[in-house]
C-alpha cells in the first residue's frame, strides 16, 4: 500500500471550512483514498473515499489531483464536534489492509 | 443495530497471565480486522480476516493468536501477557470490497 503524508496538525474557526490536505505521490492506478478520523479516544470513524473523480457526501468533500498524486478533504463548516485526528490512507480494496499513518490532528476553535 | 461490540471495555492483567478480547458485529461483514494502539500514536495492525475461516497476520502479531469462531465473532487472544502490549484494541469488520471499515468502542488494557 502506498505511504501517506500529512502535516502534523492544523487549526480551523468555527464555522470555517476545513482543508486537511495528503500527499500519496506512490500512489498505484487501483488504489483508493480513504480517509478516516478519531475523536479522542474513540474508534476511528469512516469519512469518505474515491478514485479519481471528487467525491462529496454529508459528511465531507473530497478533491483529488488529476494525477492522483495528492488529495484534500474538505469540512464545508467545521464545527466544535470535528475536532480529532484526521487519517488519510491510501489502499487497494481487493488486496490491501487498512493501514494507518500518524494522521493530522485538526483542532476547531470558537 | 449495535454495529461492532467489544468486551470488555476495560481491563487490568498481570504480567503472564492470558486474556481473551471478545469482538463481534450484527452488519454480516465478510472481514474483520485487530488493531492496537498505543498513546499518541496511530493505529496498527494486529491480525485479520478476509473471510470465515481465513486470518492472516498484520504488522505486529507476535504475542497475540486470533480466532475466527464465525461470521459474526472474531476473538483476540493475549497468551502470556506483557507491559508492552498495553494498549487500546479495536477491532473492526468491514464487506469484502471498499467500502468503510466499522470500529467498535475499543478495549482497554493494561498490563502490570
Known amino acids: 500500500d502506498a505511504k501517506t503524508t500529512q502535516p502534523t496538525s492544523m487549526d480551523c474557526a468555527e464555522g470555517r471550512a476545513a482543508n486537511l490536505p495528503c500527499n500519496h505521490s506512490t500512489i498505484s492506478g487501483n488504489e483508493y483514498v480513504y480517509w478516516y478520523r478519531q475523536i479522542h479516544s474513540q474508534g476511528p470513524q469512516y469519512i469518505i473515499h474515491g478514485l479519481k473523480n471528487n467525491e462529496t457526501n454529508e459528511m465531507a468533500s473530497l478533491i483529488i489531483t488529476e494525477d492522483r498524486k495528492s488529495s484534500t478533504l474538505i469540512l464545508p463548516h467545521a464545527t466544535l464536534r470535528d475536532t480529532a485526528v484526521y487519517y488519510c490512507i491510501v489502499r487497494d480494496p481487493l488486496q490491501g489492509k487498512l493501514i494507518f499513518g500518524q494522521g493530522t490532528e485538526l483542532s476547531v476553535k470558537p | 443495530n449495535a454495529g461492532v461490540t467489544q468486551t470488555p471495555k476495560f481491563q487490568v492483567l498481570k504480567t503472564g497471565q492470558s486474556m481473551t478480547l471478545q469482538c463481534a458485529q450484527d452488519m454480516n461483514h465478510n472481514s474483520m480486522y485487530w488493531y492496537r494502539q498505543d498513546p499518541g500514536m496511530g493505529l496498527r495492525l494486529i491480525y485479520y480476516s478476509a473471510s470465515e475461516g481465513t486470518t492472516d497476520k498484520g504488522e505486529v502479531p507476535n504475542g497475540y493468536n486470533v480466532s475466527r469462531l464465525n461470521k459474526r465473532e472474531f476473538s483476540l487472544r493475549l497468551e502470556s501477557a506483557a507491559p508492552s502490549q498495553t494498549s487500546v484494541y479495536f477491532c473492526?469488520?468491514?464487506?469484502?470490497?471498499?467500502?468503510?471499515?466499522?470500529f467498535g468502542s475499543g478495549t482497554r488494557l493494561t498490563v502490570v
Open positions: 473492526a469488520s468491514s464487506e469484502r470490497q471498499h467500502y468503510g471499515y466499522t
